[in-house]
């Protein structure tokens, strides 16, 4: 009795084994569904007019422990935190480029290096007032690059209350974010590590150096400014060509996500070699 006991739970565990392991993996995740437009200043009527939000383009990111990807209204992104790779689709062309953390990092010195060797050939005083300019716009020599400034709480959406904070770079206004508790949205911490741990991938500041990455969703970039963790429900971005664009969060869902979500759809062909 005991021999066919065991027999049969190790069938049990066989089978358990087969349905876990050989079927394309389905786990919890987490969809944050937006629209956002981009608009020219109406000359005739000198103002901003956006079309109605129906016509406004659909922006989804999906989340898992160490995964992401943005599908844009014109590309999209795979963050893969398990590989330390992220790859840029292009949907009109179905292609797609891939980058490594380590690629990214050496291009970034190497662009830090051409600038020094640039400077160093400037005469003294064109090369003084290069790094004036670089100091203010860096942060550095005690002038904060970007400042923050609090404004009003409002409902977004019919259910979400938000804090505005306006974003000023080097005294002008460049944005306009409405920042939503994690909790109010129905999210924990843990739900949206992937914005964190892609927002460390990508950023090119230097590990504990007290900047604040402004143009992050990472409720830890946020909390920084708001001094709770959050993520924007509500942005005005103003452009430097003069374009203004606007952005929305509409929904925020729980699903059960294939692990296909975050792999190079099926038909892409890679452009160039692997960075």
């Not at 980058?99 to 970034?108: P, V």
């Not at 790094?131 to 400042?147: C, D, I, N, W, Y």
């Not at 741990?197 to 007290?210: I, L, R």
């Not at 992050?216 to 060509?241: A, H, N, Q, W």
Request: overall charge positive; proline content about 5%.
């Amino acid at each position: 009795m005991k021999t066919t006991i065991q027999l049969a739970a190790a069938v049990l565990f066989v089978t358990t084994a087969v349905l876990l392991w050989g079927a394309p993996r389905i786990q919890a995740g987490v969809i944050l569904t937006a629209i956002t437009a981009t608009v020219e200043k109406d000359g005739a009527a000198n103002k901003f007019v956006f079309p109605k939000k129906s016509q406004w383009k659909k922006v989804r990111i999906y989340l898992d422990a160490n995964k992401l990807r943005m599908d844009l209204p014109d590309a999209g992104i795979i963050y893969r935190g398990d590989l330390k790779k992220i790859f840029i689709l292009s949907p009109q062309d179905r292609k797609y480029q891939e980058y490594s953390q380590d690629f990214l990092q050496k291009t970034r010195e190497q662009a830090a290096r051409m600038m020094e060797r640039q400077m160093a050939s400037m005469p003294p005083e064109q090369r003084e007032r290069m790094k004036q300019m670089m100091q203010g716009q860096m942060g550095t020599g005690g002038k904060p690059r970007t400042t923050f400034k609090k404004g009003k709480t409002v409902v977004i959406a019919g259910k979400w209350k938000c804090v505005f904070f306006t974003t000023y770079k080097n005294g002008k206004k460049v944005s306009e974010n409405c920042y939503a508790r994690l909790g109010d949205l129905g999210l924990k911490r843990g739900d949206v590590t992937p914005l964190e741990t892609y927002s460390k991938f990508m950023s090119s500041k230097p590990e504990g150096s007290g900047e604040i990455d402004d143009e992050s969703l990472s409720p830890r970039e946020i909390r920084k400014i708001t001094g709770f963790y959050g993520f924007p429900v509500k942005t005005v971005d103003y452009e430097e060509d003069g374009k203004q664009s606007r952005s929305e969060l509409l929904r925020v869902e729980r699903k059960r996500l294939p692990s296909s979500v975050f792999e190079v759809p099926k038909g892409y062909t890679k452009s160039g070699p692997s960075q």
